[in-house]
């Protein structure tokens, strides 16, 4: 699934010119870093398959210089799709996780989100010294082990001992629409561009 879209942040400080130290062209930035993330709440979704709900993971796969994971969330009010970044292939050391946040409708075979958030959070004292030193998404701050809200922002490319932190560029709003076919503990989802195999990991 690729994200299509790009929104500009503008942040405006207006400052007194009196007592400004003289020297302050030589300081450091000023540390930038993403707001701290959280789900939303008051969401609206449906669905007409009970079974749907709970959690669901894909295997652990070689994705270029590292190893990933997709899991799904489909809970009552809402849908949080986790792409994960792992170190090896078993998946348990962790450099990178994203996830995308919305509604959802889950009908006649179908399932339909509304995606309106999306949040990172780097594991990765590397990943995060290359996303800081890169600007990536716009800031030279990046807490550890912390969700960050990085919606509608443009986050470049950024490899770094093994690790590849793909291109992810964020709307407001992306439209994701997959037909599936659930059978047992797993859930196959068929996208325009591909398919998935999760199995169930609890409800």
């Not at 398959?49 to 899991?71: D, V």
């Amino acid at each position: 699934m690729v994200l299509k879209g790009l929104a500009l942040f503008a942040f405006t400080t207006l400052l007194s010119s009196c007592g400004k130290d003289s020297n302050d062209k030589d300081k450091a930035p000023a540390q930038n870093a993403p707001p701290v993330a959280s789900i939303p709440l008051g969401l609206t979704s449906t669905s007409d398959n009970p079974e749907l709900l709970g959690s669901w993971s894909t295997e652990c796969k070689a994705c270029g210089y590292s190893y990933c994971q997709t899991k799904l969330e489909m809970q009552a009010e809402l849908l949080i799709w986790n792409k994960n970044q792992f170190a090896d292939l078993s998946c348990s050391k962790e450099l990178l996780q994203i996830r995308h946040i919305g509604p959802y409708t889950a009908e006649d075979g179908g399932i339909d989100s509304v995606l309106t958030q999306t949040h990172m959070k780097i594991e990765n004292e590397d990943f995060k010294t290359a996303a800081e030193q890169s600007l990536s998404c716009g800031f030279n701050s990046w807490p550890l082990k912390t969700w960050l809200d990085v919606t509608g922002r443009n986050c470049p490319a950024t490899r770094e001992k093994g690790g590849v932190w793909s291109n992810l560029t964020v709307p407001g709003k992306a439209l994701v629409h997959a037909a599936y076919v659930l059978e047992g503990d797993h859930l196959t989802l068929e996208f325009s561009d591909g398919v998935i195999v999760l199995s169930k990991e609890s409800q």
